[in-house]
């Protein structure tokens, strides 16, 4: 064995520098990571949601609406600046309403039940004794962490490189995901399974358990199923290896629709046309109105109006990320990769998920976005961007 072979197996197959530089991006990968979760525990957005959903997390334990309300109000006002405080509280008549009226706010819980994953979550860190405010936001952070380590481990499993660790961790640091890792919502709890999904279909090849992992998204926002629908149908017609059967991947579709209609109708939530006239033509804190539904011609002009794009938090990160997917559709194509046609099919499908939840919800909060976005980078980071020894080893096995 020549010096060279043998420092190569010493250092696990590649020359020392090129593993330094491996341990070092990780070490970088881990710092961005670190410093965007404590940059969006410290320097919060405080939204109306903090107090919707502190509200829904107290409904389990505390029944009585009145003594509902004056905690909820009390803990955030402790938890919120001031400014931020007064901006949840007075600077709408909806707000307004909420902010004087235990009842009003009894009335919006319809709204939140939906997400059971993330009430829950908010439910057990208040119960250790953590403010309310801030565990709705320390929910978010942690999914967000938790991501972000599943990713981590996908890179090293598959033999990435510096280039790999950095586009990753730059995609973590950047819109829509910093932004919303610190939100008081369910979006980044939503978006976590997503990942994890990722890694196992595509970097362990274990197809079914990945899908399965998907659909738990839908604890924390139903409307999720339409992404997790799309890879079941991946999973049936694109999988190298084995694929799901047709006739289970039906079946497994039909639950996750089930459930996902289910789920507001078991715990007390709003349907899908209540959504609709809440979003669309009121705010619905009116008790009396709470079961009005929107009309069609409501419906339609919302969706007129929103397609013009008013409003987006995020107006270029569909575009951004959609170019990545092209550049990494290209890359598997020119180079005749063999699980091309398996990730055209992946990215195809996933991206459908974008037309489809508008269709249904066209609102105007593209942050719900963020699974198509994080699928279709992670796809293009994993495969086309990727050592191709890793991906011919596993197309092998």
Known sequence: MTDTTAALAASGGRPPLSRALTIASIALYCLVITWTARSSYRDPVWNLDAILYLSAALSWTEPDPVQRHRRVYDEVARAVPERAFAEMTTTSEYRRALSASPVALDTQLRFCTNRPGYVAGVAAL???????????????????????????????????????????????????????????????????????????????????????????????????????LALIAWAALFAPGHRLPIKRAAALGAAVLVVSIAIPSLLGGAQVGVF??????????????????????????????????????????????????????????????????????????????????????????????????????????????????????????
Request: proline share 6%; hydrophobic share 55%; with cysteine.
């Open 126 to 228: 208040h119960g250790l004794g953590m403010n309310g405010a801030i565990a709705t936001r320390v929910v978010s952070i942690a999914a967000f962490a938790a991501a972000a380590i599943i990713v981590l481990v996908w890179l090293i499993g598959i033999g990435a490189g510096p280039l790999h660790h950095l586009l990753a961790a730059l995609l973590f640091a950047s819109s829509p995901f910093a932004d919303i890792a610190g939100l008081s919502d369910p979006d980044m709890l939503g978006t976590a399974p997503f990942a994890f999904a990722a890694w196992l279909i595509l970097g362990k090849g274990r197809t079914v358990a990945g899908v399965l992992v998907a659909c738990l998204a839908v604890l924390s926002r139903p409307d999720a199923g339409f992404l997790a």
């Open 276 to 397: 609709h006239r809440f979003y669309f033509e009121s705010r619905l804190y009116e008790p009396a109105r709470m079961h009005e539904t929107i009309s069609l011609a409501g419906y339609w002009a919302a969706f007129v109006k929103n397609l013009g794009g008013k409003g987006l938090y995020y107006p270029s990160v569909m575009s951004l990320h959609f170019a990545i997917t092209v550049m990494a559709a290209l890359a598997l194509v020119t180079r005749r990769d063999p699980l091309a046609r398996p990730m055209l099919g992946w990215w195809g499908l996933i991206w459908l998920y974008a037309p489809a939840h508008y269709i249904l919800f066209p609102d105007r909060s593209d942050r719900y976005f963020a699974p198509v976005y994080l699928l279709s980078v992670l796809g293009a980071i994993a495969y086309a961007f990727a050592p191709r020894r890793a991906q011919d080893d596993r197309v092998a096995n």
